[in-house]
């Protein structure tokens, strides 16, 4: 194929970061929506960044992650690759965890984390609330009975403080230099110390011994190993996959509840379906019980992916489209950008759940991206899509959404995720 040496790609004249800094600060995705349509699915964003919105070269470039490129460089970490063994010990950690987020496996788990949705939902009663206030924690408990035998509140508000001080330093990042010694990035590491000390003492050889007939958490599995675990792998299993989760999910959880206020006639097909099933149908296989709930999720997940903008560094020289780009470049892509894409969908800005419930997908191939895919997509798919069947379930059947000033709520296409703006919101019980 004819290869054109980076130079040439097109993209805005002297880079988004030296010319058109506001313009996309103002609008992220409206100036990466007049990009694309200017410049084609591969431009040229700023020197050594590259965005892509054409769905299989998405697909190519992720399902390569790890051998010809990585997950964006952390910029608190130093803005370094991960060397090979890092890499190469996190899919390990990620290979010990894996088990208990298995879709075989985990209906027996979901009955605890319906019970810890319900609880922190019921709590909430008559209160007005900011979800992206609330969600993290909320989120963060749901998650917990996978992970740990028994309530563990001081593992609760350690891996919140290690997400809010991630979150903090993350909106900050671009304006501290890596190589400058930050209290941003202290903070940040006294918070994932927290976790650690949290961790630590449970993975000691005979804890958490698990006699009965639960299904067993992620930290029993570990200790279960024939073979034990080193720490650090155990400690990645447990604290990296649990901070993995918290920013999408939570955010997520938000657009659920705002999805649900501002589609009413969807939201009371919700309600019948789920008080026609029962509840125990619903506890362990929420995805054949409630077909539209689930259809309304994915719903939600397409207009509003939590990941809005993705990349990958390239650790080879890649071929991007004909297009030829050196080690070195990031390599980004928007799932909210592919999700609203008319060349990928039918009527891409309609909320139409509707669309999931059709006997062929609704999308071209490749074009839904809310979990990324490839070696490094997301762990918890099943699992967080059941998070939000189960709170939309909760929320039909058992509660009144308010919600003020629905109109007034904008997008928020944040440094890591896009959560709405200026919501409050009310749940009432009615039963
Ligand atoms: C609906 C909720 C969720 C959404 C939308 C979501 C989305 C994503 C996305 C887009 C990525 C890939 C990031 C990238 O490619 O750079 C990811 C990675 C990840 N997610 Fe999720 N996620 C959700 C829930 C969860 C849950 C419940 C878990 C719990 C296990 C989880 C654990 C992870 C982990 C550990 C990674 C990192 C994978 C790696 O680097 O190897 N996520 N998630």
Redesign the pocket.
Known sequence: MFKRPDMTLPGPRGGVFARHLAAYDADPIGFLTACRREYGDVFRFDTGVVVISDPELIQRV?AR?NSDSV??ANPLDGGRFPTPEQTRR??RA?RL?LPI?RPATLPSRLPAVRQALADDLNALDGVLFDPSERAWAI?VRA?LP?YVPGPAPELVTALLGSFDASLRAGEAAVRVPSWMPSRLRRRVRAADQRVRDEIGPMLAPGRAEHGDDRPGTLLEHILAQPEPAPRDIAMGAIG???L??IG??G??WCWLLYCLAAHPAAAERVRSEVTAATADEIARHPEQALPYTHAFVHEV?RVY???WL???DAITGLDLGGFEVPAGTAVMFS?YLLHHDPRWWDAPDRFDPERWLKAKPPHAPNAY????S????????H???A??VLTAAHVAAHQRLEVPGLDQITPHFGPSTLTPRGMTCRLVGTS
């Not at 991206?369 to 990324?372: R, T, V």
């Open positions: 992720l992650t997950p964006n996190w899919m990620r965890a987020f989120c998650l996978l990296f996959t649990f993995g989760a999408t999910m955010a997520v997940l992916p939590p990941a993705l990349g990958r799932p991206l809310p979990f990324a490839g070696p490094r997509g997301c762990l918890g798919t699992l967080g899509i998070v939000l």
